[in-house]
């Protein structure tokens, strides 16, 4: 007889938790908060993403305030389109006799000067300022084999 009540004694349990548990029936709710209580989470309006923006993103300017007139740069205060090897000529007083951009890569630019006993070689990146004797030079962009170079008096 004793494997007859540990069978009881399951059916019981069985039957207790089922009613315990309430099977919808007890007014309980979903969440197991009773049904008239107030729920613990407000329940917020899902949050929907939107999808990226398909609008063209703006593309740096390579247009040089002095275009590619290397000429402008003689008093030293210019900025010129280069997208070859480029000679400029800039007064005297500047003590750079032969100052040339003579390297333009994917993401350098190369300025280089030089005269009795003086060379001088400069690397630059997109943003990177340089100086030689007494002219400056700053990379504004360097886009598709264009470089836009700055020059002022250093």
Aim: proline fraction near 6%.
């Amino acid at each position: 007889m004793g494997g007859s009540r540990g069978r009881v004694g399951v059916v019981v349990t069985l039957a207790l938790m089922a009613a315990l548990t309430g099977c919808g029936a007890s007014g309980g709710r979903d969440d197991g908060s009773v049904e008239g209580a107030e729920s613990s989470s407000t329940s917020a309006p899902a949050e929907t993403r939107q999808p990226p923006s398909l609008s063209p993103t703006p593309t740096p300017s390579r247009e040089a305030a002095d275009g590619t007139d290397v000429g402008a740069c003689f008093d030293g205060s210019c900025e010129i389109a280069v997208s070859k090897p480029t000679r400029v000529k800039v007064d005297s007083r500047f003590r750079v006799p032969n100052l040339r951009v003579t390297k333009i890569t994917a993401d350098t630019v190369v300025v280089e000067s030089s005269g009795p006993g003086t060379f001088l070689r400069t690397s630059l990146a997109e943003g990177g300022t340089g100086i030689q004797n007494g002219i400056g030079f700053r990379l504004k962009s360097l886009e598709s084999g264009t470089a836009v170079l700055e020059f002022f008096a250093g």
